[in-house]
């Protein structure tokens, strides 16, 4: 009965998790971890600050079953053999990712271990099906969304596991280092105060929020999740994120009808993403579809740091992304016009979208950030013809009408400004110079222009590769 190390990364849960749940089974003594190696230390600031957050409320968790969190920092390998030394554990367990650098990773610790006579065993539990379980006929792997969903309700979603009745301890437990001196929300500066408002951190409170998105938003969820000030869409993507949830909880919770079946399709999205960047790594970095390698983005200017700062003059755009700043998340039909806005209309490379998503969203995962960006820039798998570019100001008459979503964000176009949007100033760089008083900004392009002008571009383009 030797101690078993179960290596906690993004499933931060009791709940459906099966590696725990197959490590609890064993009866043996267990050490839970969390390492900060350098997939938690180069997070964004935005997410480095939440993965903070789950930390401590996981260790909470695990605290209230009679165990302990052990945090360490350093290389994985490194801290995971000093676990092994010190507590004499003849086993590691986690849970699989599938970012192409934590793969290499937890192969190199995974043959490290079995070479050293160590127990090494990864489970499945971030995503409804592993990538390599869904294959068409014709190749390795889906390219399209629509039969990516139509195999994965043929093989089916397993269903969740339950929590562990019980955890057994060590005889001993082996130090662990402190969590605030890892500061991991040092880059937030003066927008950790301003995020903590908005985010629902934890198994407990996440397993509220699918209670009440069940209770009543499901039902409508078809017809008004594109309405972004409708409180129609569950919020539970920061909590996917760190595995607060499990996916397959969610699946299966969702009931039949219109409402419960596009929440299912929005969960598959998320497996698709998670499927193609298995299968296809270069989308993290380059566009997926090689024909558009050359395509002339245009880099880093005045206008890409206008869009940063929330100051185009376009009010869906400015209030998506001031929302963003200001809670961590992003409605999605807003998240495809700020991003439509960005490489169509200003014709800026989706990296410098990508990045700036990265650095600000509490949400934020590899794999959809990446997909979602190439979707709407053309370059990306199943993505939108280059031709169809989002108009902010029809999008806003059709989602918006009352203006009432943009009035919370945006506090210069409000008669009377509530919290959010004046938090954008509490929150926003001092070096910003932003003002509550100032006038809002004119129109940093017509949108009509804008469309124009990407369509010249995209003919070019078309015309100078044959």
Same mark, same amino acid.
């Given at each position: ?46 997410? !480095? ?53 934590? #793969? ?5 610790? %995974? ?31 889906? %390219? ?5 969903? !139509? ?14 009745? &019980? ?15 890892? #500061? ?35 039902? !409508? ?26 996916? &397959? ?30 299968? *296809?790594?270069?989308?993290? *970095? ?40 200001? *809670?961590?998340?992003?409605?999605? &039909? ?16 989706? %990296? ?35 031709? #169809?570019?989002?108009?902010?100001? *029809? ?10 979503? &943009? ?14 949007? !004046? ?18 900004? #004119? ?24």
């Amino acid at each position: 009965m030797t101690p078993l190390i179960v290596w906690f990364r993004r499933d931060l849960r009791l709940d459906d998790n099966p590696m725990l749940a197959a490590a609890a089974a064993t009866g043996r003594p267990l050490i839970p971890v969390f390492v900060a190696d350098a997939s938690v230390t180069g997070l964004g600031a935005a997410a !480095r600050w939440r993965m903070g957050q789950a930390v401590e409320s996981f260790a909470q968790r695990l605290a209230g079953q009679g165990a302990r969190l052990i945090l360490r920092r350093g290389p994985a390998l490194t801290a995971l053999l000093d676990l092994v030394r010190e507590t004499g554990a003849q086993g590691v367990w986690w849970g699989r990712l599938y970012e192409p650098q934590t #793969r290499d990773r937890d192969r190199l610790i %995974k043959d490290t271990l079995r070479t050293l006579g160590i127990e090494a065993r990864s489970f499945a539990g971030h995503t409804l099906a592993e990538p390599w379980e869904l294959r068409p006929a014709s190749g390795q792997f889906y %390219k399209v969304f629509t039969p990516f969903w !139509r195999a994965l309700q043929g093989l089916g979603v397993a269903p969740p596991v339950p929590a562990p009745a &019980r955890l057994t301890p060590p005889a001993e437990w082996p130090g662990s280092e402190d969590l605030a001196s890892w #500061r991991l929300g040092a880059a937030m500066n003066r927008g950790a105060p301003v995020l903590a408002r908005y985010a629902e951190t934890g198994e407990v409170r996440a397993q509220d929020r699918l209670a009440r998105f069940l209770a009543g938003p499901v039902a !409508r969820y078809a017809t008004e999740r594109d309405f972004p000030a409708l409180p129609a869409t569950s919020g539970l993507s920061e909590n996917l994120t760190y595995g607060e949830i499990g996916p &397959r909880r969610v699946w299966h919770a969702a009931p039949q009808g219109a409402g419960g079946e596009t929440f299912r399709k929005e969960l598959a999205w998320r497996d698709f993403a998670h499927h193609l960047m298995f299968h *296809t790594p270069h989308l993290l *970095t380059e566009a997926w579809r090689p024909e558009w390698a050359g395509f002339p983005w245009q880099g880093e200017s005045d206008a890409t740091e206008t869009w940063r700062r929330a100051r185009t003059g376009v009010t869906l755009v400015d209030a998506g992304l001031r929302q963003m700043y200001v *809670t961590g998340t992003l409605h999605n &039909r807003v998240r495809m016009v700020v991003a439509s806005y960005l490489t169509k209309n200003l014709i800026s490379h989706w %990296k410098i979208g990508m990045d700036w998503f990265a650095d600000c969203l509490t949400d934020w995962d590899p794999a959809s950030n990446a997909m979602g960006w190439q979707w709407v820039a053309g370059s990306g798998p199943d993505a939108a013809p280059y031709f #169809r570019v989002f108009n902010p100001d *029809t999008q806003a008459d059709k989602f918006d009408k009352s203006m009432a979503y &943009r009035r919370t964000f945006i506090a210069e176009i409000a008669p009377h400004p509530g919290p959010e949007a !004046r938090a954008w100033f509490e929150a926003a760089p001092r070096a910003w110079g932003l003002e509550p008083g100032q006038p809002y900004p #004119r129109p940093l392009i017509d949108p009509a222009q804008g469309r124009l002008r990407a369509l010249a571009a995209y003919q070019a383009f078309r015309a100078r590769a044959g």
